[in-house]
């Protein structure tokens, strides 16, 4: 082995050969929805993207309370989470529930960055994957051919969240 990789780690499982710690339901639910979804099982899929939002807001929560701690993985799991739900709703043409769970995710980093609580490792990953947050919810939107003023709202709302995170730490 070379000096610039590094040896693959063992998942660490329980007695069923489920992955536990750090973000293990999220990423059990996630791996079961997607294979419902490979499968074209959308409202089944739909039911597991439902809890692994659920999951990631809880992981976003805890990032939160934890002064930051984690909130590299956190906030990426709730960014990957909407997406995942967006794109399933997307499957079954329902753009309300697709819109919904992209405002869900933009209000919670927005929240963050308005937040004088939150920490800053939290507030700096929130501004870092709410472009890309917003690209997909734009994307989902034109290809649904659905109302753009929910879009427009929350994007609005996530620019100047963002704005003001950026000039108060001095970028």
Not at 53 to 69: P, S, V
Not at 86 to 111: C, K, L, M, P, Y
Not at 119 to 138: D, I, M, S
């Amino acid at each position: 082995m070379s000096f610039d990789q590094a040896a693959p780690q063992a998942a660490n499982l329980d007695e069923d050969g489920v992955e536990v710690g750090f973000g293990a339901r999220w990423k059990v639910l996630t791996r079961r929805a997607n294979a419902l979804f490979d499968a074209e099982d959308y409202e089944a899929a739909g039911t597991l993207y439902a809890l692994a939002c659920q999951e990631a807001e809880k992981i976003f929560t805890a990032a939160w309370n934890a002064d930051g701690d984690r909130a590299h993985e956190a906030v990426p799991m709730l960014a990957v989470s909407a997406a995942n739900a967006a794109n399933n709703a997307g499957r079954q043409n329902d753009a309300d529930v697709a819109g919904g769970a992209f405002i869900e995710a933009v209000d919670t980093f927005v929240s963050a960055l308005e937040s004088p609580s939150a920490p800053k490792p939290l507030k700096t990953a929130c501004a870092r994957h709410l472009p890309r947050l917003l690209v997909q919810f734009k994307a989902k939107i034109e290809e649904m051919g659905a109302d753009e003023t929910q879009f427009t709202q929350s994007f609005e709302r996530a620019h100047y969240a963002g704005l003001a995170f950026g000039r108060n730490e001095g970028f």
